[in-house]
C-alpha cells in the first residue's frame, strides 16, 4: 500500500523548535515534489512549503519563510519541515503531500490542493506553554 506518513508532532513551548517528518512507503518520493500543508483549528488549510523533487528548489509561505526550513534525503525516501522559533499560532495539524515531477526545480504552487497524488494522514502540532 503506497502512503505517506508524518510524524515528530507534539507540545511545544513557545520559541521551541521540531522537525516534522515525512515519509513514503509503496513508492518512491524521488519522482515526487512534496508540499507541506497546516491546517490550524477553524481555519481553512494552508499550503506552508513546498521541495522540489531533488531538493534544489523550495518555496515558502510568506508568513512562515523565515522560520520554516523544507528539506529532503531521497534515499531515506523522507522529507522533513524544521520549524524555528514556534508560535502559538503555528498551531496545527501538518500534512504532506506528494506531487508527480517531471523536473529536477518545478516545486508546485502553495495556493493550490490540486493534483496531488498522495497525502498523508497529518500530524498534530501545538505550541503551548
Known amino acids: 500500500q503506497s502512503q505517506l506518513v508524518e510524524s515528530g508532532g507534539g507540545l511545544v513551548q513557545p520559541g521551541g523548535f521540531l522537525r516534522l517528518s515525512c515519509t513514503a512507503s509503496?513508492?518512491?518520493?524521488?519522482?515526487?515534489?512534496i508540499a507541506w500543508f497546516r491546517q490550524a483549528p477553524g481555519k481553512e488549510r494552508e499550503g506552508v512549503a513546498c521541495?522540489?523533487?531533488?531538493?534544489?528548489?523550495?518555496n515558502y509561505a510568506e508568513s512562515v519563510r523565515s522560520r520554516f526550513t523544507i528539506s529532503r534525503v531521497n534515499a531515506k525516501n523522507t522529507v522533513y519541515l524544521q520549524i524555528d522559533m514556534l508560535k502559538p499560532e503555528d498551531t496545527a495539524v501538518y500534512y504532506c503531500?506528494?506531487?508527480?515531477?517531471?523536473?529536477?526545480?518545478?516545486?508546485?504552487?502553495?495556493?493550490?490542493?490540486?493534483?496531488?497524488?498522495?497525502w498523508g494522514q497529518g500530524t498534530q502540532l501545538t505550541v503551548s506553554s
Open positions: 503531500a506528494a506531487m508527480k515531477s517531471y523536473h529536477d526545480n518545478w516545486v508546485p504552487p502553495l495556493l493550490s490542493e490540486d493534483g496531488y497524488s498522495y
Open positions: 509503496g513508492f518512491t518520493l524521488d519522482s515526487y515534489a
Open positions: 521541495i522540489s523533487r531533488r531538493g534544489g528548489s523550495t
